[in-house]
């Protein structure tokens, strides 16, 4: 069973504890922390007010599961479940099995007014799946049981599958066919299909396999109006297109059930391999020139020198001997301080791979970057869904840990990063609270690049300082970002955290087109509201 | 200046003639032609009526330019000009040159209760520049004069043009700076920037450049309701993409002003191949086999067995000589009855085209295919916008020219070309009338193809009759396409003559999101009406 306030199952394996080493470093890095007590599941469920819905055979009212639906994965969620300061929970939880009991559902909502709130993997991190406090009940439909492959065309590269599959159900059904769908956000091993295309998810290898909008070749939503089923057509001039009208809806519109999604066989040769490079500067100029050349790969990111740093030394715990050996071989190749590590992946034929390997590695050499030869890059891929576990291990010590994320052209790209790492870095000046924040770029394309912040800092002596901690670097990180014209998230959505900065990139105009659709499909607002639209919505 | 009634400019080097080898094969396909009157530029002009528009500075009605504006390149629009039997002109035409004063425009239309027609190169073959009868005067918006670059952010790939920058102009401003835009329709002469917006336009080089789609970085769009902005970020999370719901808005949201692009280096080489196959199911695996391996490609075209021999000897003219010894050729190769023509592009730099070249000749080899030797591929890139040259001397003596196109899965492409092709073959029957009819695959994508239908046949006795011969034709092979769940238009658009097959690609849900988008820019159905939506728009 998945835990109740924190990520992953309870019998994973997975559960970390942090390292001495990793200890001190927090210490010297933002001071050290304050355990806080933790609410236990019995608390928060005491606190579960009675249901306001009426009986019905597909809905679920027991308090614990209205709690282990209440909130997502976002830090204020994280905060909220382990301070049990919870306030909102649905009124019950449905989990239909078939596209009919989730109409059935609907017009059940429809007939009794009611709030509904698809559920997916409930990995959000920003608030998408949280009720609002409402006057009326709150449904939370959980796609869990609608997770099974329904089809696949291998001629046409096609797979059809319930909504609620998650990332390895996904794989494990394709993968005995031969095939992939290559989507791997960091939040794979949770979230789901529907919750990807709700939420325009991008995955680590999306430079080969495209976001979640290349894969979302067609499928079926259950809305308040009527069945919308979307055939699957490779591409079309015939007017605005309608699945783009869903990829982002974030439940606004409809229940999305099944998801057709464009495959890929699987990949004879995989690899990843990290390049250091002597500056941040020179580093964005050769991730820029690898994707802008079109060299073939399936992932460039690349940290910036505090990032580095801070991942090599992390990643070492107690013992640092090595970290300090590759650093002296390194600077005798020329990459001293100020050093950025790249992470460059390849995927696909053994004879693709090869050449797109060595073509990157020449430009990269070009523009004097150094090859690593101690496993880095398979390191990376080792542990690349592990992040999510660490939160509970640093909650518990009195750290939290948080990103934001955007995406801007190349043009603005450097000055963006700098300013929106420094505004998080400095948002807790006026307390003297010190934050660790560091930055990598994680997806390139021709035209520019996502910017992925992280940033560490202690909860305080309360949750509730914590938040409102957490408030100000939120606000601090956003207002960066919307004054350089970047999109308030490139792979997180929109949800409740970013709604009020949604208009800085959408204009009036554009928000007004977005709550015209909504309309359409749910014109009394029942379908998650409070999310994706700004309160004020013209 | 533009021929009135045809393709191209009046002082065009590129007016052709019949020879009388292609007349003589003409005659044997289908029959003799029947030469008709035309009408002349003056008799059209003596049918426009009075202007309903009121005096404005920015608005000429001047007859001779109503005409001009009156129809796009459609085989009706044809059919129309030339037997002068046209009953719709715009009241008027501007000509902005400046976003300011299309919005003035607008604010004048808005004011007076005006019918507004956004018009690019005029080239839309489905009836989207023509006016509709109606009770309100027409005002056309000619954005010829809005056709410079306005900026260029090399760093990010990033080039601002006026939206009424036709191709020509777009490619000869980037390549002053070292870049193109690699966007090249059939129609690129004429066509422009905004209306391959408007109308989600597709190149013949879109496997490597993208489609428009791809292409449209932001812009700004003068509405009813104001201006709508769309800055430029590399890709969001962030809710339905605003960018999304104006590709493909045929003008019915409100006047595209400005198109932000994204480009690429000039190519240092390009190269085209043709290689020919045993027949069209093994050409239409190897055309499948080469995008689902991801060769990179630049363009796989491929013709059926018809489209091979017809254009093989549509080329040669007179004397066949040639052809008759290529193919004895390919014949001692195992390429006789019933093969097929594949032609394929590389562009890039010169060591990418090599490797994508060797690897593409590589796949074909294995599937049996045969490189040509005698520079048919380079012969396709020379006349590649030459075709819609062709409809004026061949209408001269009594034949029509017109395709049909749709997009659908692999596993329904060989049925889906076959159906339609012979649903438009035998649509003149109960005539005893012959159609010459041969298909090919335009653009493959790793789900699915496009499917190109060509088809000729007689005027008849007057231009009523070709009319008529003409909508058997288009409904016969839009009922196999919408039968075959293909797109109605996978690079035309939709226009006036597409509008009622619309349905059946989007659903009624579908259909009415779209139409809530047009409200919202629109209340008032002022902005290109009876295109893009069908009658029965709910």
């Given at each position: 069973?998945?835990?109740?306030?924190g990520?992953?199952?309870?019998?994973?394996?997975?559960t970390m504890e942090l390292s001495d080493g990793l200890r001190a470093l927090l210490e010297a890095l933002v001071g050290p922390g304050t355990a806080l007590s933790q609410?236990?599941?019995?608390?928060?469920?005491?606190?579960?007010?009675?249901?306001?819905?009426?009986?019905?055979?597909?809905?679920?009212?027991?308090?614990?599961?209205?709690?282990?639906?209440?909130?997502?994965?976002?830090?204020?969620?994280w905060?909220?479940?382990h301070?049990?300061?919870?306030?909102?929970?649905?009124?019950?939880?449905?989990?239909?099995?078939?596209?009919?009991?989730?109409?059935?559902?609907?017009?059940?909502?429809?007939?009794?007014?009611?709030?509904?709130?698809?559920?997916?993997?409930?990995?959000?991190?920003?608030?998408?799946?949280?009720?609002?406090?409402?006057?009326?009940?709150?449904?939370?439909?959980?796609?869990?049981?609608?997770?099974?492959?329904?089809?696949?065309?291998?001629?046409?590269?096609?797979?059809?599958?319930?909504?609620?599959?998650?990332?390895?159900?996904?794989?494990?059904?394709?993968?005995?066919?031969?095939?992939?769908?290559?989507?791997?956000?960091?939040?794979?091993?949770?979230?789901?299909?529907?919750?990807?295309?709700?939420?325009?998810?991008?995955?680590?290898?999306?430079?080969?396999?495209?976001?979640?909008?290349?894969?979302?070749?067609?499928?079926?939503?259950?809305?308040?109006?009527?069945?919308?089923?979307?055939?699957?057509?490779?591409?079309?001039?015939?007017?605005?297109?309608?699945?783009?009208?869903?990829?982002?809806?974030?439940?606004?519109?409809?229940?999305?059930?099944?998801?057709?999604?464009?495959?890929?066989?699987?990949?004879?040769?995989?690899?990843?391999?990290?390049?250091?490079?002597?500056?941040?500067?020179?580093?964005?100029?050769?991730?820029?020139?690898?994707?802008?050349?079109?060299?073939?790969?399936?992932?460039?990111?690349?940290?910036?020198?505090?990032?580095?740093?801070?991942?090599?030394?992390?990643?070492?715990?107690?013992?640092?001997?090595?970290?300090?050996?590759?650093?002296?071989?390194?600077?005798?190749?020329?990459?001293?301080?100020?050093?950025?590590?790249?992470?460059?992946?390849?995927?696909?034929?053994?004879?693709?791979?090869?050449?797109?390997?060595?073509?990157?590695?020449?430009?990269?050499?070009?523009?004097?970057?150094?090859?690593?030869?101690?496993?880095?890059?398979?390191?990376?891929?080792?542990?690349?869904?592990?992040?999510?576990?660490l939160r509970d291990p640093l909650g518990a010590e009195g750290y939290v840990v948080?990103?934001?994320?955007?995406?801007?052209?190349?043009?603005?790209?450097?000055?963006?990063?700098?300013?929106?790492?420094?505004?998080?870095?400095?948002?807790?000046?006026?307390?003297?609270?010190?934050?660790?924040?560091?930055?990598?770029?994680?997806?390139?394309?021709?035209?520019?690049?996502?910017?992925?912040?992280?940033?560490l800092f202690r909860i305080g002596k309360?949750?509730?300082?914590g938040?409102?901690?957490?408030?100000?670097?939120?606000?601090?990180?956003?207002?960066?970002?919307?004054?350089?014209?970047?999109?308030?998230?490139?792979?997180?959505?929109?949800?409740?955290?970013?709604?009020?900065?949604?208009?800085?990139?959408?204009?009036?105009?554009?928000?007004?087109?977005?709550?015209?659709?909504?309309?359409?499909?749910?014109?009394?607002?029942?379908?998650?509201?409070?999310?994706?639209?700004?309160?004020?919505?013209?």
């Amino acid at each position: 069973m998945r835990l109740w306030n924190g990520w992953g199952n309870e019998d994973s394996d997975l559960t970390m504890e942090l390292s001495d080493g990793l200890r001190a470093l927090l210490e010297a890095l933002v001071g050290p922390g304050t355990a806080l007590s933790q609410a236990t599941l019995n608390e928060v469920i005491a606190k579960v007010p009675n249901t306001r819905l009426d009986d019905h055979p597909q809905i679920n009212t027991d308090p614990e599961t209205r709690v282990r639906h209440a909130r997502g994965q976002s830090l204020p969620d994280w905060l909220e479940m382990h301070s049990g300061n919870v306030d909102t929970f649905p009124d019950g939880v449905a989990f239909p099995e078939s596209s009919e009991q989730v109409r059935e559902l609907l017009a059940h909502a429809k007939e009794n007014n009611l709030i509904v709130i698809p559920y997916g993997g409930g990995t959000s991190v920003v608030g998408h799946i949280n009720p609002e406090t409402s006057d009326k009940p709150v449904l939370t439909i959980d796609m869990a049981k609608m997770n099974s492959m329904l089809s696949i065309d291998t001629e046409s590269q096609l797979a059809t599958f319930g909504a609620g599959a998650p990332g390895p159900v996904v794989e494990e059904e394709l993968k005995k066919h031969g095939y992939t769908l290559g989507h791997f956000p960091q939040s794979w091993e949770l979230s789901t299909l529907g919750g990807w295309v709700a939420s325009r998810s991008s995955g680590q290898q999306s430079l080969h396999y495209g976001r979640i909008e290349n894969m979302f070749a067609g499928g079926t939503i259950e809305t308040l109006n009527g069945t919308m089923k979307i055939p699957t057509i490779p591409a079309s001039s015939a007017g605005p297109d309608v699945r783009e009208m869903i990829l982002g809806s974030e439940g606004r519109m409809g229940i999305i059930t099944e998801v057709t999604v464009r495959i890929t066989p699987l990949p004879e040769k995989e690899k990843f391999q990290v390049i250091f490079f002597p500056s941040w500067e020179i580093g964005i100029s050769a991730a820029r020139e690898l994707i802008q050349q079109r060299v073939a790969l399936s992932m460039v990111r690349l940290s910036n020198p505090l990032e580095t740093t801070s991942l090599l030394y992390m990643g070492a715990g107690s013992d640092s001997s090595g970290v300090v050996a590759l650093e002296e071989s390194l600077s005798k190749k020329g990459i001293g301080e100020g050093k950025v590590m790249m992470t460059f992946g390849v995927t696909g034929s053994a004879r693709h791979c090869d050449a797109a390997y060595q073509l990157a590695l020449d430009h990269c050499n070009g523009l004097g970057g150094v090859a690593d030869e101690s496993g880095l890059g398979e390191n990376w891929a080792h542990g690349r869904f592990r992040a999510p576990y660490l939160r509970d291990p640093l909650g518990a010590e009195g750290y939290v840990v948080d990103t934001m994320e955007t995406a801007v052209d190349w043009s603005k790209v450097s000055e963006a990063a700098e300013n929106i790492e420094q505004a998080i870095r400095t948002a807790l000046d006026d307390e003297g609270e010190q934050v660790h924040a560091y930055t990598h770029l994680s997806h390139v394309y021709g035209q520019g690049s996502s910017i992925y912040t992280t940033y560490l800092f202690r909860i305080g002596k309360s949750y509730e300082q914590g938040m409102n901690r957490w408030m100000k670097l939120k606000k601090a990180g956003a207002d960066q970002i919307v004054a350089h014209g970047g999109t308030i998230s490139h792979q997180h959505g929109v949800g409740s955290d970013h709604k009020n900065y949604l208009t800085a990139e959408k204009g009036k105009l554009g928000i007004a087109a977005i709550n015209s659709l909504c309309e359409q499909f749910d014109p009394k607002g029942q379908m998650n509201p409070g999310k994706l639209l700004p309160d004020d919505k013209h």
